[in-house]
């Protein structure tokens, strides 16, 4: 089969991951890349060789053949970009935040299913293989039936230094981390019918809340706790580890900083590393995340081959996106939200 041809658009800081993860994958190469900045431009088309650039994207897909393509632009393009890659009948990757409102989320759906083109949001966390292995375990049984979860994570990294624009939005921890963390709780445990959340922001220097907690009811009967801070000094800072608790009937499964995996359940109690591979491009920390990238982008090839709905569809998403809107909405009226008055 013909390796598929991408167009990439946005060459900031996040790209050059992607761009990395298409040249690792058989069966798509990125033809043709987009950014309105020309240094940017410049930079990621001579580290990987992409010698078709474009500074406007309604130029790239006039100009190109293209059987998908991977926008990671910041929010704010995210809903006119997609509706452009429908329009032009091209299967689409968008990153996450999916969009600035649940409307917009919406809005974007359904153009991409009037023109009949896949959409797949690039979530990526749940991608990541300690995650992958939690969810691996929880399928085989091995606790029984889930009944509580906390998916955890606590850090005091510097995010700011990479990416300037999350210390300026009135909207920071919930809208860019939160919303992997909580894709992960349903990932996990199902989708959520109830949210109750209280935000705080503890440092002073950016525009957002840096702290989030939300206690959340699943629709099969699990309870969870999603915890997210930027606020918090560790002794040894676990950025980015998610880390994970579930109870259930038969046993428990606790995800801990290290990557460490401690299964107690019907066979007894197992401990295993789980550390995600150092891949040759990775760097630490980010090693996790950036394995992750590859598997989602892996996933996307077989899901176009097979015209099959990826797992983060935008469907999907708007379930998880859901979550995000309720998250702040309940923490403004301290007020518990029904999901389903916002599907
Ligand atoms: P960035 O600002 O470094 O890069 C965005 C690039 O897009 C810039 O070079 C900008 O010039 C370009 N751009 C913006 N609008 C454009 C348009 N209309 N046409 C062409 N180019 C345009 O941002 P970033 O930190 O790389 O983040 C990009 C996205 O990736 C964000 O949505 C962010 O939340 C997401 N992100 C995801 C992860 C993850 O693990 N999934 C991690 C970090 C960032
Ligand atoms: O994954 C992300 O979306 C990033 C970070 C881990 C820094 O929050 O923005």
Request: glycine share 10%.
């Given at each position: 089969?013909?390796?598929?041809?991408?167009?990439?658009?946005?060459?900031?800081?996040?790209?050059?991951?992607?761009m990395h993860a298409w040249r690792d994958i058989d069966g798509a190469s990125i033809v043709a890349i987009c950014d309105r900045d020309p240094e940017r431009l410049r930079i990621v088309g001579d580290q990987f060789g992409i010698e078709r650039r474009y500074s406007d994207a309604a130029e790239m897909f006039a100009g190109e053949t293209l059987d998908f393509v991977d926008i990671a632009t910041t929010v704010g393009s995210h809903r006119p970009l997609v509706?452009?890659?429908?329009?032009?009948?091209?299967?689409?990757?968008?990153?996450?935040?999916?969009?600035?409102?649940?409307?917009?989320?919406?809005?974007?759906?359904k153009a991409c299913a009037d023109?009949?083109?896949?959409?797949?949001?690039?979530?990526?966390?749940?991608?990541?293989?300690?995650?992958?292995?939690?969810?691996a375990v929880v399928d085989s049984?091995?606790?029984?039936?889930?009944?509580?979860?906390?998916?955890?994570?606590?850090?005091?990294y510097d995010v700011f230094s990479g990416q300037p624009y999350l210390a300026t939005g009135k909207r920071f921890i919930i809208e860019d981390l939160g919303i992997h963390i909580l894709d992960i709780a349903r990932f996990l445990l199902g989708d959520v019918s109830n949210l109750t959340a209280r935000t705080a922001r503890v440092n002073p220097d950016i525009a957002g809340e840096d702290v989030a907690t939300m206690l959340m009811d699943h629709e099969g009967g699990a309870i969870s706790v999603v915890d997210c801070s930027y606020a918090t000094k560790l002794a040894t800072e676990p950025f980015p580890e998610t880390l994970i608790e579930l109870d259930g009937s038969d046993g428990t499964i606790r995800l801990a900083q290290g990557y460490r995996l401690t299964v107690?359940?019907?066979?007894?109690?197992?401990?295993?590393?789980v550390s995600p591979p150092l891949l040759s491009w990775a760097s630490r920390p980010w090693h996790n995340i950036q394995e992750s990238v590859v598997a989602i982008q892996k996933h996307w090839v077989e899901c176009l081959n097979a015209d099959k709905e990826p797992a983060t569809s935008g469907a999907d998403n708007l379930k998880t996106f859901a979550?995000?809107?309720?998250?702040?909405a309940g923490a403004a009226n301290r007020q518990p939200v029904r999901i389903d008055d916002l599907l």
């Open positions: 089969m013909a390796a598929l041809r991408g167009a990439l658009i946005g060459c900031g800081f996040f790209a050059v991951n992607q509706e452009m890659a429908a329009a032009n009948c091209v299967p689409v990757i968008c990153q996450k935040p999916f969009a600035p409102t649940l409307a917009d989320a919406k809005a974007m759906v023109a009949g083109v896949s959409l797949m949001v690039h979530e990526n966390f749940r991608w990541q293989s300690p995650i992958q292995a939690v969810r049984g091995e606790i029984g039936r889930p009944f509580f979860g906390r998916i955890s994570f606590r850090s005091a107690t359940g019907k066979s007894g109690t197992t401990v295993s590393d979550l995000v809107e309720a998250a702040y």
